[in-house]
């Protein structure tokens, strides 16, 4: 099944704009999905998005400045964060999911994911 493998992290001011990457293995993943951790705390889901692209969820605190997409012919899963904000600021992992569940309350819970990355890093300053 392999590992994900994530990119673009970097140092931003408050407000700024990143762009993760994350590819893939191919496997029959049904979610993709990206993960926060802040410093201390436990890791939370941000966004996740189906294979073929219909479903996509969305953490509360995200909506409306982060963006997830896909490139299926790239295996590669996106995450454009815009106005970012200092709590945003962590290590951002991507994982898969192989079983359909169709609600934010599991496509965003990590437990229920695999294939982990090994994250990369995302700094705010104000």
């Known amino acids: 099944q392999g590992q994900s493998v994530e990119s673009g992290g970097g140092s931003v001011q408050a407000g700024g704009s990143l762009r993760l990457s994350c590819e893939v293995s191919?496997?029959?993943?049904?979610?993709t999905g990206w993960f926060h951790q802040a410093p201390g705390k436990q890791r939370e889901g941000v966004a996740s998005?189906?294979?073929?692209?219909?479903?996509?969820y969305y953490a509360d605190s995200v909506k409306g400045r982060f963006t997830i997409s896909r490139d299926n012919t790239k295996d590669t899963v996106y995450l454009q964060m815009n106005s970012l904000k200092s709590e945003d600021a962590g290590v951002y992992y991507c994982?898969?999911?192989?079983?359909?569940?169709?609600?934010?309350?599991?496509?965003?819970?990590?437990?229920?994911?695999?294939?982990w990355g090994q994250g990369t890093q995302v700094t705010v300053s104000s």
């Open positions: 994982a898969a999911r192989g079983g359909y569940c169709h609600s934010s309350w599991c496509a965003l819970d990590p437990q229920t994911y695999g294939n």
């Open positions: 191919r496997y029959d993943w049904k979610y």
């Open positions: 998005i189906s294979t073929n692209g219909e479903e996509i």
